[in-house]
Protein backbone atom coordinates (compact mmCIF):
# COMPACT_ATOMS: atom_id res chain seq x y z
CA UNK A 1 0.00 0.00 0.00
CA UNK A 2 1.55 3.11 -1.02
CA UNK A 3 2.76 5.55 2.06
CA UNK A 4 2.00 9.11 2.89
CA UNK A 5 5.24 9.11 5.42
CA UNK A 6 6.64 12.35 5.02
CA UNK A 7 10.69 12.64 4.81
CA UNK A 8 12.35 12.01 7.50
CA UNK A 9 13.00 14.12 9.75
CA UNK A 10 15.48 14.23 13.01
CA UNK A 11 13.32 12.95 16.71
CA UNK A 12 11.93 16.05 18.45
CA UNK A 13 13.42 16.45 21.93
CA UNK A 14 10.25 16.84 23.23
CA UNK A 15 8.51 13.64 22.94
CA UNK A 16 8.75 11.93 26.07
CA UNK A 17 10.29 8.51 26.05
CA UNK A 18 7.90 5.79 26.44
CA UNK A 19 6.63 5.75 30.57
CA UNK A 20 4.89 2.44 31.88
CA UNK A 21 1.66 3.69 31.44
CA UNK A 22 0.45 6.80 30.24
CA UNK A 23 -0.15 10.23 32.31
CA UNK A 24 -3.72 10.78 33.90
CA UNK A 25 -5.12 13.47 31.08
CA UNK A 26 -5.63 17.13 32.52
CA UNK A 27 -9.04 18.54 32.77
CA UNK A 28 -10.35 19.50 29.25
CA UNK A 29 -10.80 23.11 28.84
CA UNK A 30 -14.49 24.15 27.60
CA UNK A 31 -14.92 22.68 23.82
CA UNK A 32 -12.62 19.45 24.58
CA UNK A 33 -13.24 16.24 25.39
CA UNK A 34 -10.86 14.21 26.93
CA UNK A 35 -11.28 10.91 28.52
CA UNK A 36 -8.91 8.22 30.03
CA UNK A 37 -9.61 4.61 31.41
CA UNK A 38 -8.14 1.29 32.74
CA UNK A 39 -9.85 -1.50 31.22
CA UNK A 40 -10.43 -4.81 32.29
CA UNK A 41 -7.45 -6.60 31.51
CA UNK A 42 -4.65 -6.27 33.09
CA UNK A 43 -1.77 -3.68 31.40
CA UNK A 44 -4.91 -2.31 29.22
CA UNK A 45 -4.72 1.71 28.71
CA UNK A 46 -7.51 3.64 27.05
CA UNK A 47 -7.14 7.64 26.37
CA UNK A 48 -8.93 9.75 23.97
CA UNK A 49 -9.72 13.49 23.10
CA UNK A 50 -11.38 15.13 20.80
CA UNK A 51 -11.76 19.41 20.25
CA UNK A 52 -13.85 20.99 17.52
CA UNK A 53 -11.82 23.45 14.38
CA UNK A 54 -13.82 26.13 15.53
CA UNK A 55 -15.42 26.64 19.23
CA UNK A 56 -18.42 28.26 17.52
CA UNK A 57 -19.04 25.15 15.62
CA UNK A 58 -20.10 21.45 16.70
CA UNK A 59 -18.22 18.99 16.49
CA UNK A 60 -18.01 16.95 13.26
CA UNK A 61 -15.46 13.96 14.52
CA UNK A 62 -16.74 10.79 16.91
CA UNK A 63 -14.47 8.90 19.22
CA UNK A 64 -15.31 5.95 21.41
CA UNK A 65 -14.21 2.70 22.72
CA UNK A 66 -16.24 -0.08 24.53
CA UNK A 67 -15.49 -2.69 26.85
CA UNK A 68 -17.53 -6.25 26.75
CA UNK A 69 -18.86 -7.06 29.79
CA UNK A 70 -16.71 -10.29 29.80
CA UNK A 71 -13.80 -8.37 29.79
CA UNK A 72 -12.40 -10.33 27.02
CA UNK A 73 -11.18 -7.67 24.44
CA UNK A 74 -12.45 -4.47 23.07
CA UNK A 75 -13.21 -2.14 20.15
CA UNK A 76 -12.54 1.29 18.87
CA UNK A 77 -14.40 3.41 16.55
CA UNK A 78 -13.36 6.95 15.40
CA UNK A 79 -15.17 9.08 12.39
CA UNK A 80 -14.09 12.10 10.95
CA UNK A 81 -17.57 13.69 9.47
CA UNK A 82 -17.58 15.01 6.14
CA UNK A 83 -18.17 19.13 6.55
CA UNK A 84 -20.51 20.31 4.13
CA UNK A 85 -21.64 22.72 1.84
CA UNK A 86 -23.26 25.73 2.92
CA UNK A 87 -26.23 24.90 0.43
CA UNK A 88 -29.02 22.24 0.82
CA UNK A 89 -26.96 18.83 1.36
CA UNK A 90 -30.56 16.80 1.59
CA UNK A 91 -30.40 16.25 5.15
CA UNK A 92 -32.44 18.11 8.37
CA UNK A 93 -29.83 16.71 10.58
CA UNK A 94 -26.48 17.53 9.96
CA UNK A 95 -22.99 15.84 10.06
CA UNK A 96 -22.35 15.83 14.33
CA UNK A 97 -26.44 13.66 14.48
CA UNK A 98 -25.14 11.46 11.75
CA UNK A 99 -21.61 10.83 12.76
CA UNK A 100 -22.82 9.97 16.63
CA UNK A 101 -25.21 7.65 15.04
CA UNK A 102 -23.07 6.06 12.84
CA UNK A 103 -20.08 5.33 15.17
CA UNK A 104 -22.60 4.30 18.09
CA UNK A 105 -24.21 1.43 15.72
CA UNK A 106 -20.36 0.88 14.80
CA UNK A 107 -19.40 0.77 18.13
CA UNK A 108 -22.51 -1.64 19.62
CA UNK A 109 -22.47 -4.17 16.51
CA UNK A 110 -18.49 -4.66 16.79
CA UNK A 111 -18.71 -5.25 20.84
CA UNK A 112 -21.47 -7.33 20.74
CA UNK A 113 -21.28 -9.03 17.42
CA UNK A 114 -17.96 -10.62 17.37
CA UNK A 115 -19.43 -13.23 14.43
CA UNK A 116 -19.59 -10.06 12.19
CA UNK A 117 -16.21 -9.39 10.21
CA UNK A 118 -15.61 -4.98 11.00
CA UNK A 119 -16.41 -4.65 7.08
CA UNK A 120 -20.21 -5.95 7.95
CA UNK A 121 -20.51 -4.18 11.10
CA UNK A 122 -19.58 -1.31 9.00
CA UNK A 123 -22.47 -2.16 6.53
CA UNK A 124 -25.05 -3.10 8.80
CA UNK A 125 -24.06 0.18 11.01
CA UNK A 126 -24.90 1.78 7.52
CA UNK A 127 -27.90 0.89 6.87
CA UNK A 128 -29.22 1.13 10.62
CA UNK A 129 -27.87 4.81 10.24
CA UNK A 130 -30.12 5.59 6.47
CA UNK A 131 -33.03 3.62 8.26
CA UNK A 132 -33.59 6.82 11.24
CA UNK A 133 -33.38 9.22 8.86
CA UNK A 134 -34.10 7.60 5.39
CA UNK A 135 -38.37 9.16 5.21
CA UNK A 136 -37.04 12.84 6.40
CA UNK A 137 -34.00 12.75 3.93
CA UNK A 138 -32.92 12.74 0.75
CA UNK A 139 -29.88 10.21 1.03
CA UNK A 140 -29.35 10.17 -2.70
CA UNK A 141 -27.85 13.28 -2.46
CA UNK A 142 -24.14 13.25 -3.38
CA UNK A 143 -23.25 15.16 -0.17
CA UNK A 144 -26.00 13.64 2.22
CA UNK A 145 -24.13 12.96 5.54
CA UNK A 146 -20.95 11.08 5.43
CA UNK A 147 -17.77 10.10 7.48
CA UNK A 148 -14.48 8.42 6.84
CA UNK A 149 -14.22 5.57 9.29
CA UNK A 150 -11.62 3.83 11.59
CA UNK A 151 -12.15 0.83 14.13
CA UNK A 152 -10.28 -1.68 15.45
CA UNK A 153 -11.13 -4.94 17.47
CA UNK A 154 -9.27 -6.80 19.31
CA UNK A 155 -9.31 -9.61 21.99
CA UNK A 156 -6.49 -12.16 23.00
CA UNK A 157 -5.22 -13.84 19.99
CA UNK A 158 -6.21 -11.21 17.16
CA UNK A 159 -6.28 -7.63 16.28
CA UNK A 160 -8.68 -6.59 13.54
CA UNK A 161 -8.54 -3.31 11.87
CA UNK A 162 -10.56 -1.24 9.01
CA UNK A 163 -10.16 2.12 7.76
CA UNK A 164 -12.07 3.86 4.91
CA UNK A 165 -11.13 7.16 3.16
CA UNK A 166 -8.38 9.61 4.99
CA UNK A 167 -8.49 9.12 9.13
CA UNK A 168 -5.05 6.91 10.22
CA UNK A 169 -4.87 3.76 12.33
CA UNK A 170 -1.32 3.97 13.66
CA UNK A 171 -0.35 0.00 14.72
CA UNK A 172 2.70 -0.06 17.29
CA UNK A 173 4.39 -3.34 16.52
CA UNK A 174 5.94 -5.20 19.98
CA UNK A 175 9.10 -4.10 18.57
CA UNK A 176 8.31 -0.56 18.76
CA UNK A 177 8.20 -0.25 15.09
CA UNK A 178 4.87 1.78 13.58
CA UNK A 179 3.07 0.59 11.00
CA UNK A 180 0.66 3.46 9.07
CA UNK A 181 -3.09 2.00 7.91
CA UNK A 182 -4.01 4.12 5.33
CA UNK A 183 -6.52 4.03 2.89
CA UNK A 184 -4.36 6.03 -0.22
CA UNK A 185 -7.35 6.51 -2.90
CA UNK A 186 -7.98 10.48 -1.48
CA UNK A 187 -4.25 11.10 -2.30
CA UNK A 188 -4.33 8.95 -5.66
CA UNK A 189 -6.70 11.53 -7.50
CA UNK A 190 -6.27 11.90 -11.31
CA UNK A 191 -3.76 14.21 -12.14
CA UNK A 192 -6.39 16.80 -13.90
CA UNK A 193 -7.78 16.83 -10.59
CA UNK A 194 -4.79 17.44 -8.50
CA UNK A 195 -3.74 20.16 -11.03
CA UNK A 196 -6.59 22.00 -10.32
CA UNK A 197 -6.23 21.77 -6.67
CA UNK A 198 -2.52 22.89 -7.41
CA UNK A 199 -3.76 25.79 -9.31
CA UNK A 200 -6.05 27.01 -5.98
CA UNK A 201 -3.65 26.83 -3.69
CA UNK A 202 -1.13 29.52 -6.00
CA UNK A 203 -3.73 31.85 -6.16
CA UNK A 204 -4.40 34.29 -3.44
CA UNK A 205 -6.64 33.33 -0.45
CA UNK A 206 -9.62 35.33 -0.39
CA UNK A 207 -9.80 36.68 -3.84
CA UNK A 208 -12.59 35.90 -6.12
CA UNK A 209 -10.64 33.40 -8.79
CA UNK A 210 -9.56 31.26 -5.80
CA UNK A 211 -13.27 30.96 -5.35
CA UNK A 212 -14.23 30.42 -8.59
CA UNK A 213 -11.29 27.99 -8.89
CA UNK A 214 -12.26 25.92 -5.75
CA UNK A 215 -15.48 25.46 -6.65
CA UNK A 216 -14.30 24.12 -9.85
CA UNK A 217 -12.06 21.85 -7.89
CA UNK A 218 -14.31 20.92 -5.49
CA UNK A 219 -16.62 19.90 -8.42
CA UNK A 220 -14.62 17.81 -9.71
CA UNK A 221 -13.78 15.40 -6.55
CA UNK A 222 -17.45 15.13 -5.91
CA UNK A 223 -17.26 13.71 -9.20
CA UNK A 224 -15.47 10.78 -7.72
CA UNK A 225 -16.85 10.57 -4.63
CA UNK A 226 -18.15 6.91 -3.88
CA UNK A 227 -17.72 5.96 -7.41
CA UNK A 228 -15.38 4.06 -9.15
CA UNK A 229 -11.66 5.02 -9.82
CA UNK A 230 -12.32 7.39 -6.77
CA UNK A 231 -12.55 7.33 -3.22
CA UNK A 232 -15.36 6.10 -0.43
CA UNK A 233 -16.37 7.31 2.48
CA UNK A 234 -19.45 5.70 4.82
CA UNK A 235 -22.40 7.39 3.57
CA UNK A 236 -25.91 5.63 2.85
CA UNK A 237 -25.00 3.00 0.67
CA UNK A 238 -24.25 -0.15 2.94
CA UNK A 239 -22.01 -1.64 0.11
CA UNK A 240 -18.98 1.06 0.65
CA UNK A 241 -18.20 -1.12 3.65
CA UNK A 242 -16.59 -3.46 1.37
CA UNK A 243 -14.38 -0.71 0.23
CA UNK A 244 -12.23 -0.05 3.48
CA UNK A 245 -8.45 -1.34 3.83
CA UNK A 246 -9.19 -4.30 6.41
CA UNK A 247 -6.66 -6.63 7.75
CA UNK A 248 -5.89 -8.38 11.31
CA UNK A 249 -3.18 -9.18 13.34
CA UNK A 250 -1.86 -11.19 15.86
CA UNK A 251 -2.62 -9.58 19.45
CA UNK A 252 0.94 -10.58 20.54
CA UNK A 253 2.49 -8.25 17.77
CA UNK A 254 0.74 -5.40 18.72
CA UNK A 255 1.72 -3.06 21.61
CA UNK A 256 -0.54 0.01 21.20
CA UNK A 257 -3.17 1.43 18.69
CA UNK A 258 -3.43 5.23 17.81
CA UNK A 259 -6.24 6.11 15.59
CA UNK A 260 -6.29 9.55 14.26
CA UNK A 261 -8.71 11.71 12.02
CA UNK A 262 -6.92 14.22 9.40
CA UNK A 263 -7.50 16.77 11.76
CA UNK A 264 -4.71 15.42 13.83
CA UNK A 265 -2.74 13.34 11.52
CA UNK A 266 -1.74 16.83 9.63
CA UNK A 267 0.83 17.11 12.49
CA UNK A 268 2.41 14.28 10.50
CA UNK A 269 1.86 14.77 7.17
CA UNK A 270 0.60 18.55 6.78
CA UNK A 271 2.95 19.95 9.24
CA UNK A 272 5.58 17.40 9.39
CA UNK A 273 6.64 18.03 12.52
CA UNK A 274 7.87 14.29 13.43
CA UNK A 275 7.29 10.63 11.52
CA UNK A 276 4.44 8.15 12.60
CA UNK A 277 6.98 7.03 15.34
CA UNK A 278 7.32 9.96 16.59
CA UNK A 279 3.42 10.70 16.86
CA UNK A 280 2.91 7.37 18.86
CA UNK A 281 5.61 8.42 21.12
CA UNK A 282 4.09 11.63 22.14
CA UNK A 283 0.77 10.07 22.72
CA UNK A 284 1.79 7.67 24.87
CA UNK A 285 4.03 9.53 27.06
CA UNK A 286 1.99 12.89 27.24
CA UNK A 287 -2.15 11.83 26.09
CA UNK A 288 -3.87 12.41 23.14
CA UNK A 289 -4.13 16.18 23.77
CA UNK A 290 -1.04 16.51 23.66
CA UNK A 291 -1.07 16.07 20.00
CA UNK A 292 -3.71 18.43 19.26
CA UNK A 293 -2.17 21.08 21.48
CA UNK A 294 0.67 20.91 18.78
CA UNK A 295 -1.43 20.73 15.91
CA UNK A 296 -3.16 23.81 17.31
CA UNK A 297 0.34 25.47 18.21
CA UNK A 298 1.52 24.40 14.70
CA UNK A 299 -1.77 26.34 12.97
CA UNK A 300 -2.12 29.32 14.91
CA UNK A 301 1.24 29.98 13.32
CA UNK A 302 0.61 29.62 9.70
CA UNK A 303 -3.15 31.24 9.98
CA UNK A 304 -3.00 31.85 5.97
CA UNK A 305 -2.17 28.06 4.82
CA UNK A 306 0.70 29.84 3.07
CA UNK A 307 3.94 27.71 4.21
CA UNK A 308 1.65 24.61 4.63
CA UNK A 309 -1.46 24.46 2.43
CA UNK A 310 -4.82 22.68 3.50
CA UNK A 311 -8.56 22.55 3.19
CA UNK A 312 -8.88 24.02 6.60
CA UNK A 313 -7.02 26.48 8.33
CA UNK A 314 -8.30 24.82 11.72
CA UNK A 315 -10.04 21.18 11.29
CA UNK A 316 -11.88 19.26 14.26
CA UNK A 317 -9.48 16.90 15.75
CA UNK A 318 -9.76 13.41 17.65
CA UNK A 319 -7.13 10.84 18.46
CA UNK A 320 -7.87 7.28 20.56
CA UNK A 321 -4.98 5.40 22.32
CA UNK A 322 -5.33 1.77 23.15
CA UNK A 323 -2.82 -0.20 24.70
CA UNK A 324 -4.24 -3.57 24.86
Not at 292 to 313: L, W, Y
Amino acid sequence: MPARTPPARQPLPSVSPRPARPPTSPRAPAGRAVATASGRLPGMHIALATEPGDPQHPNEDYASVALPASGQGGALVLLDGVTPPEEDYGCVHGVPWFTARLGGAMLELSVSHRDMTLAEALAAAISRTADGHRDSCDLSHVRTPQATVIAARWSGVTVEHLVLSDSVLLLERADGSVDPVLDPRLDELPPAVRELRAAVRALPRGSAERAAAGREYGRAVEALRNAEGGFFTAAADPAVAARAVTGSTPRADVRSLTALSDGASRWVEVFREGSWADCVALVCGQGPQALIDRVRAAEAVDPACAAFPRGKARDDAAVIFVAP
